[in-house]
């Protein structure tokens, strides 16, 4: 599978932004989803997963009640929506895919700037 990730963007703080990841192929639905982010100089961190269904999702403490992970398996797409950003949430994001083999796929990042 091939991932295509954008809506990045700089917004101010306080602001939304909803980033999208466009999946290849057609069996979309297969893949668990989950979206990263990769601060300068700090490792890649978790941000959040949806599970194939889209029934159960899971989120880093530190976006709980902020972000929502979403997923349109007819379109091929997983969404991040980003409320109340903050600088701190300034990043490169990213989506990855798990297959049934435990088998990861990532997608090229896109830049979210939150300034203050």
């Known amino acids: 599978v091939q991932l295509q990730a954008s809506g990045g963007g700089l917004v101010q703080a306080g602001g939304s932004l909803r980033l999208s990841c466009a999946a290849s192929g057609r069996t979309f639905s297969s893949y668990a989803m989950r979206w990263f982010r990769q601060a300068p100089g700090k490792e890649r961190e978790f941000v959040a997963a949806?599970?194939?269904?889209?029934?159960?999702?899971d989120y880093a403490d530190s976006v709980k009640g902020r972000f929502s992970i979403s997923r349109d398996n007819a379109k091929n797409t997983v969404y991040l929506q980003m409320n109340s950003l903050k600088p701190e949430d300034t990043a490169v994001y990213y989506c990855?895919?798990?297959?049934?083999?435990?088998?990861?796929?990532w997608g090229q990042g896109t830049q979210v700037t939150v300034s203050s």
């Open positions: 949806i599970s194939r269904s889209g029934g159960i999702t």
């Open positions: 990855k895919a798990r297959d049934g083999s435990n088998y990861n796929y």
